[in-house]
């Protein structure tokens, strides 16, 4: 048997005679970019996270980018993330002109150690950006009232949580501003590259859409310097069609957690995700943390099952962004970098293909 780490090929047979039609009736109408296609989709996602506005851009890094231009931050204000992220968290922090501040991870949620934000705040902080990684959300409450008490904005970065909710409330509807990603690979992903920006606040949706369309708002008269940053009809009607399913999605991405946990909760030295109460994760990932990473390594190699690191270099230990601290300024992500290992995860997997991947990791830590 071989199993692969996601599967999007058998996920695209399920929605074929759904897709088809809908992207045709875009080519037919030659309506590529914005149109209904598009609002039909902002409006949806929108009432899907629960947030009053969704505004398409063309990739979960510009949403995070403009995220923060739309909320005026100026550049050179410093922005609190997380150490363990993907890349494009700090990137866009970056590219916004702002300066990444990184918060070490908290070795229980993986998420940046919220005990450890304020000791981050300086008199340039502006924002705090925390990243619902893995899917799994984010404790919102306490960043919010360390957000309230020192007057800084909350932009999520939940490019990985598409429906994943803390406490009730879905991620995208919890901080000031949202950036979502709709890589392929994502748990809401188009048949290319875009993203989207949820916010509570006409002003800030108004701006992204204007800085996405070179800072216009009405055909060449440019208000402001923007780019070009959007989410085309095609896009639209894939993600649209897509996002009729993603709670069932989400729902089956928990059941193959649950199986895992069935299967491997016992076993000392691995452990797994922990759902924490009131709080509804969605599985992005399935990370395991051991100090055999190796060893696990091998055999799911020699036994055909896919799987990955996230991430296996920290931010600060990338050549691009060494200004951000020296090796072992953030040991626990350091440590965390050594010893998560991403299992196969998708909607899709079937019972015996869990019961593979979990046969060989048994049998990693029975020899
Ligand atoms: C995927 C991802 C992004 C960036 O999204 P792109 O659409 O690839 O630009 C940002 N942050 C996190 C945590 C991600 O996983």
Redesign the pocket.
Same mark, same amino acid.
């Given at each position: 048997m071989q199993v692969p780490f996601l599967d999007l090929r058998t996920q695209f047979q399920s929605l074929r005679e759904e897709l088809l039609p809908e992207m045709t009736a875009v080519m037919e109408k030659a309506a590529f970019i914005g149109g209904p296609a598009l609002r039909d989709f902002e409006a949806a996602f929108a009432a899907f996270c629960g947030a009053e506005h969704a505004v398409g851009v063309?990739? =979960?890094?510009?949403?995070?980018q403009l995220a923060l231009r739309a909320a005026q931050v100026e550049p050179g204000a410093e922005v609190i993330t997380a150490a363990n992220?993907?890349?494009?968290?700090v990137?866009?922090i970056a590219l916004a002109g702002c300066k990444p501040v990184l918060v070490d991870m908290d070795p229980e949620t993986y998420h940046l150690d919220i005990g450890k934000i304020e000791d981050a705040i300086s008199p340039r902080t502006r924002v705090i950006m925390p990243?619902?990684?893995y899917g799994d959300p984010v404790d919102m409450d306490p960043i919010l009232e360390i957000a309230r008490r020192h007057e800084l904005l909350v932009i999520e970065?939940a490019?990985?949580a598409h429906g994943a909710t803390c406490r009730g409330r879905s991620c995208g509807a919890l901080g000031d501003l949202a950036?979502?990603?709709?890589?392929p690979?994502?748990n809401l992903g188009a048949y290319g590259?875009? =993203?989207a920006v949820t916010t509570g606040s006409a002003e800030y949706a108004t701006r992204l859409r204007q800085l996405g369309d070179h800072g216009s708002a009405k055909k060449y008269h440019h208000d402001f310097l923007g780019t070009n940053s959007r989410l085309d009809a095609l896009q639209a009607v894939v993600l649209a069609t897509k996002l009729r399913h993603l709670p069932e999605w989400n729902v089956s991405r928990r059941a193959v957690a649950r199986a895992y946990e069935e299967r491997l909760g016992d076993i000392e030295d691995l452990r797994l995700p922990r759902i924490r109460e009131d709080f509804e994760p969605v599985f992005?990932l399935y990370v395991i943390r051991s100090k055999r990473v190796q060893e696990i390594d091998a055999a799911l190699q020699a036994a055909g099952i896919g799987f990955g690191y996230h991430y296996p270099v920290p931010v600060h230990l990338q050549p691009a962004f060494r200004e951000l601290g020296e090796p072992g300024r953030f040991p626990e992500a350091e440590r965390g970098a050594k010893e998560i290992l991403s299992l196969p995860m998708f909607a899709e997997m079937s019972e015996d293909q869990i019961d593979y991947v979990a046969g060989i990791l048994r049998a990693v830590f029975e020899r």
């Open positions: 063309a990739s =979960g890094t510009d949403a995070l992220t993907f890349v494009a968290t990137e866009a990243v619902h990684l970065d490019a990985q950036g979502f990603s709709f890589y690979g994502k590259d875009g =993203g992005h």
